[in-house]
């Protein structure tokens, strides 16, 4: 069979559009595929829920790609290796409590696992907005990540969600939206943003997790946003907090979601 390159056009436009519009709508929208935001979709995806990843970038895995300074090791403790021991992930000891696992080999196979149990990623896409209704966050305002580095003025388009988590990291991308566009508190104590601290790993660990919680109505916070949003330190190289929080927020969404 000769291959065709007008079918192979057509099939990538059909199928993309046929994707992008079944997503839509859906349960949950993430915004961020780092290691919290890829945790995150596979505990909701395996729970049966649709859930879509926004993300900038054309690869995934934000932050843990280049473990530390681009050495592309990661570090765990003992609750962290638990996480990478659910999708079978080869892990070292290197002193009692501490577990390295090469980077790239996490990355894939959390990313593989979340898609496989139904999330879908939508990579190069940025999210520049969000939608409220009833003083709830109901959607994402997307848009090319080149049309936003170019500066084209082009509108975006727009996503429903059931719930928004915000796992873009150290920028707090969708919560300094809400911040500055909405009449919106959130659960800081400011009610704002509050901005990360200067590193501590073990403090910014355990925080982590506790900082994983829902911050005003239709969105959640996890992985470094968290720390960020409620004035946390940094942690560096070290992933677990990031597992750990992205399962966190998905037992929080499918909790939520069965007492509705
Ligand atoms: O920063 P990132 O890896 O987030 P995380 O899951 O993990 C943090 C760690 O990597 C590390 C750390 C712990 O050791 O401190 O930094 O909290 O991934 C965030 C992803 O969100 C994307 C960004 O490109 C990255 O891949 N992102 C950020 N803003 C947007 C976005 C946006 N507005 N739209 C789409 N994607």
Redesign the pocket.
Request: glycine fraction near 22%; aromatic fraction near 4%.
């Given at each position: 069979m000769e291959l065709n390159e007008i079918t192979i056009t057509k099939a990538i436009v059909e199928r993309f559009s046929q994707k992008f519009l079944e997503y839509t709508e859906v349960d949950t929208a993430i915004?961020?595929?780092?290691?919290?935001?890829?945790?995150a979709a596979y505990f909701l995806a395996k729970a049966g829920k649709k859930v879509a990843i926004?993300?900038?970038?054309l690869?995934?895995?934000?932050?843990?790609w280049?473990g530390g300074m681009m050495f592309n090791e990661?570090v765990v403790q003992e609750e962290g290796k638990e996480i990478l021991d659910i999708f079978d992930i080869n892990t070292r000891e290197y002193k009692p409590g501490y577990y390295t696992a090469d980077a790239v080999e996490s990355v894939t196979t959390i990313c593989s696992y979340a898609t496989k149990a139904g999330a879908k990623v939508f990579n190069c896409?940025?999210?520049?907005d969000v939608m409220i209704r009833e003083n709830r966050v109901t959607g994402l305002v997307?848009t090319w990540?080149p049309v936003e580095a170019a500066g084209l003025h082009v509108d975006p388009l727009t996503i429903g969600a059931g719930n928004v988590v915000d796992?873009?990291?150290?920028?707090n991308?969708?919560l300094r939206?809400i911040e500055r566009k909405a009449d919106m508190k959130l659960n800081t104590k400011t009610g704002k943003v509050m901005g990360e601290r200067s590193l501590w790993a073990d403090k910014?660990e355990r925080l982590?997790i506790e900082n994983t919680k829902k911050i005003c109505p239709g969105v959640f916070v996890?992985?470094?946003?968290?720390?960020a949003a409620f004035g946390g330190p940094?942690?560096?190289?070290?992933?677990g907090?990031?597992l750990l929080?992205?399962k966190k927020v998905a037992e929080l969404i499918i909790a939520e979601d069965q007492n509705r």
């Open positions: 915004v961020g595929a780092g290691p919290s935001g890829l945790v926004f993300e900038r970038k690869s995934i895995g934000g932050g843990m280049g990661i896409m940025s999210v520049e997307i990540s796992t873009t990291g150290h920028a991308e969708v939206v910014a982590t996890a992985g470094m946003s968290a720390n940094r942690m560096g190289p070290i992933f907090g990031m929080s992205g």
